[in-house]
């Protein structure tokens, strides 16, 4: 005897509010980036999604709470794209640096708001929240584990590589955006990093 099953209903309601949620999120992005991080208003991401600023509390709380949900999406994608670099790093020492510095480096530098909003203080005072927070979370915890595999287990090394990787971002961002003048120094930097804590393999530089 054949049973047939009640297909699960759709929860269209919810569906709509998901996409309304997402939508004032994609505007936020969008003031963001023409009038920063702190200065763009409610009013202005109201008006793109074509809503009275009152109207946009049904989804978010507060401007906050938006910048919270920003923070949160911004740190997914980069999780995606950390998860594919961890999961196939290279065996070489030096390499398996040289393939996670320049996954940072490249998806920092493509979105200079996004970058401000996930590793600066461009929001005076503002914290994500605890979900918001956890893919960053995930994303250090997967670095802290290559790089005990690696032998390298000083938490002021680990802060040594993170903030020599940050700094090449922000010169680029700040002084060449769009331009490789501090991309091609990612081989050089990580040589370094890596001659100081005792890593072996061939220089990343191509040099014996």
């Known amino acids: 005897m054949l049973i047939v099953l009640d297909k699960p209903r759709r929860d269209r309601a919810a569906e709509r509010r998901e996409a309304t949620s997402a939508e004032i999120v ?12 702190a200065a763009f208003t409610l009013k202005e991401v109201a008006e793109r999604v074509g809503m009275r600023a009152p109207s946009l509390y049904g989804h978010f709380a507060s401007k906050t709470a938006i910048i919270d949900a920003m923070f949160a999406q911004a ?3 980069y999780r995606v794209v950390a ?3 961890f999961s196939a790093v290279p065996s070489a020492p030096r390499e398996a640096l040289g393939a996670v510095a320049t996954t940072y480096f490249e998806f920092a530098v493509a979105d200079l708001v996004r970058h401000q909003l996930m590793d ?3 929001v005076p005072g503002f914290r994500p929240s605890d979900e918001a927070y956890a893919p960053s979370v995930a994303v250090y915890e997967q670095l802290v584990g ?3 595999r ?3 287990t000083d938490p002021d090394e680990r802060d040594l590589y993170t903030a020599l990787i940050g700094a090449l971002v922000e010169q680029q961002l700040a002084n060449d955006p769009g331009g490789e003048r501090w991309r091609r120094l990612l081989p050089r930097a990580v040589d ?3 001659d100081h804590v005792g890593l072996p393999g061939p220089s990343l530089q191509g040099e014996p």
């Open 26 to 37: 994609d505007a936020a992005w969008e003031a963001a980036r023409e009038q920063g991080l």
């Open 75 to 77: 740190w997914r994608e």
């Open 83 to 85: 998860d594919e670099t």
């Open 120 to 122: 600066t203080a461009a």
């Open 146 to 148: 290559l790089l005990h």
């Open 150 to 152: 690696l032998g390298i």
């Open 192 to 194: 370094m990093y890596a």
